[in-house]
């Protein structure tokens, strides 16, 4: 059965990894290390790269680090375009990926729900 994926998936792929490698050689903060490239999303013209990314660390970290990603956008776009053959190198868009919180969050629920005490059934009711 033959795979599916598109010119940009491939690209998208490629770039998850270089980037998370770039990040953690190359970005200039002591806590890069804790950064987790999750998803690379590349628009269908390649000019758009929106880079989700994971900070295990406190939220005020966490803002440093997005201005450093900021920041270091350039960089990096250059660092990447280096080792790929496109006319044109996408921009980066980086942006914080909430869903592992969310995922914190709702395990956290289950496990409250999960303690609370069962309700009897209703079966010696009229």
Known sequence: MARNFTRS??????????VAELIRAELDHPKASLITVTDV?????NSHAKIFYTFL??????????AK?????????????RGFKLFK???????YDHSI???FKLDTLI???A???KAEDGEGEA
Not at 41 to 45: I, P, Q, Y
Not at 57 to 66: H, K, R, S, V, Y
Not at 89 to 95: D, K, T, Y
């Open 101 to 103: 919180d969310r995922g």
């Open 41 to 45: 999303e590349v628009t269908r013209d």
């Open 115 to 117: 303690a609370l005490p």
């Open 57 to 66: 660390g406190t939220p005020e970290d966490a803002q440093l680090i997005a």
């Open 69 to 81: 990603l900021e920041q270091a956008k350039g960089f990096l776009r250059s660092e990447l375009a």
């Open 9 to 18: 998936d491939r690209i998208a792929q490629q770039l998850q990894r270089d």
């Open 89 to 95: 190198m996408p921009e980066l868009h980086f942006l």
């Open 111 to 113: 496990s409250q729900a």
